[in-house]
């Protein structure tokens, strides 16, 4: 991970977001916007990426959270790099997600895809989206000012990520019309499945480590 030049990188990523936004909304304006068709596709196939990106890195956060990693600091280091990076892809793809809103078949407007529960149409399930990209960015944003944090506040905050995964998973399973096909329902299945499976083997892991704690003697 490029710890240097973080503010500089969201930057990048927020100019190169708006510019998309920006290109979308006068091509919808003159009659240039994609195919209606063409947008719903390319709506869902970044909505199943982003939600992909962030199975991956709930993954990875819960694995680096194991006391596995005792005297392995540079590995971890590498894999907390590739934590930080799908993360940031989740992000990327999920802004773009709700950005081809504005032409779709049924047009967005600006103010109803970035206020929460103001959409034209199943505006809970597309008000869950809004709010779960606003508190991913959130972590996102605290993850660069974690040093400045005490670490209790921070690993609070960050379990904050499970929620906004199970919220992701609702917007997908409930408001994704792609839910409806066997193979991406079970997809959201089994990525439910792994992700409860980790957190049981991470608990287990600490709790067993503590309890070896508690039973050696204190000389």
Not at 96 to 122: C, G, N, S
Not at 169 to 183: C, E, F, Q, V, Y
Not at 209 to 219: G, Y
Request: charged share 10%; aromatic share 10%.
């Amino acid at each position: 991970m490029n710890k240097k030049y973080p503010v500089f990188q969201r930057t990048a990523g927020l100019a190169i977001l708006l510019l998309i936004g920006l290109i979308t909304d006068l091509g919808q304006r003159n009659g240039l916007a994609p195919d209606p068709v063409q947008s719903s596709t390319m709506i869902r196939v970044l909505g199943i990426l982003a939600f992909l990106l962030l199975f991956l890195g709930i993954c990875v956060g819960i694995v680096l959270g194991m006391p596995v990693w005792r005297g392995k600091k540079a590995s971890r280091d590498r894999w907390i790099s590739v934590h930080f990076y799908l993360n940031s892809g989740c992000i990327f793809l999920a802004a773009l997600h709700p950005m081809l809103l504005i032409a779709d078949t049924l047009p967005f407007t600006w103010l109803q895809i970035l206020v929460p529960f103001t959409a034209p149409h199943e505006p809970f399930l597309y008000g869950l989206g809004t709010l779960t990209f606003y508190g991913f960015l959130f972590l996102l944003i605290t993850a660069d000012v974690r040093r400045l944090m005490p670490a209790k506040v921070w690993h609070s905050i960050h379990l904050l990520s499970y929620l906004l995964f199970l919220a992701a998973l609702t917007h997908g399973i409930l408001g994704g019309s792609d839910a409806r096909n066997p193979l991406i329902f079970m997809m959201y299945v089994s990525t439910f499945l792994i992700v409860l499976i980790l957190m049981i083997i991470q608990v287990g892991m600490i709790g067993s480590l503590r309890k070896k704690a508690r039973k050696q003697p204190i000389s």
